[in-house]
């Protein structure tokens, strides 16, 4: 899913009574050359890996000033920013975002300080 289209859909579902993805979870927010990644998604430009306890809150705060630096760029320009979640239980959440970290570590990665050794 577009990263903008999530924000939008979080913004009108912060009024509504369910939010779909108000649990612990992973996810992924790469971006791809503009409209031209034609479903490859292993082509992508950078990545960053999130985690949180509530995946809606995590999301929509990582492409903020307060959030990482490079998502709030790309955000912040309108590039080609696609997110993929991941739920899981809490008891796993640590485990999976060092999983994830491991999988895309490389200059790609937008976070790559937090790859563990």
Partial sequence: MPLHKFVCQQEK???????????????????????DHDKNYSDYLGIYVGSSEHMSDGIVSTPTRLGDPDVYADY???????????????????????????????????NGSEVLA
């Fill in 13 to 35: 579902a912060a009024d509504a009574a369910f939010n779909g993805f108000d649990m612990p979870g992973c996810y992924l927010i790469a971006r791809y050359q503009k409209g």
């Fill in 76 to 110: 912040k320009y309108h590039q080609n920013v696609m997110l993929f979640v991941f739920p899981c239980e809490l008891k796993d959440l640590d485990e999976r975002r060092e999983l994830l970290l491991r999988s895309f570590e490389g200059s790609r990665l937008y």
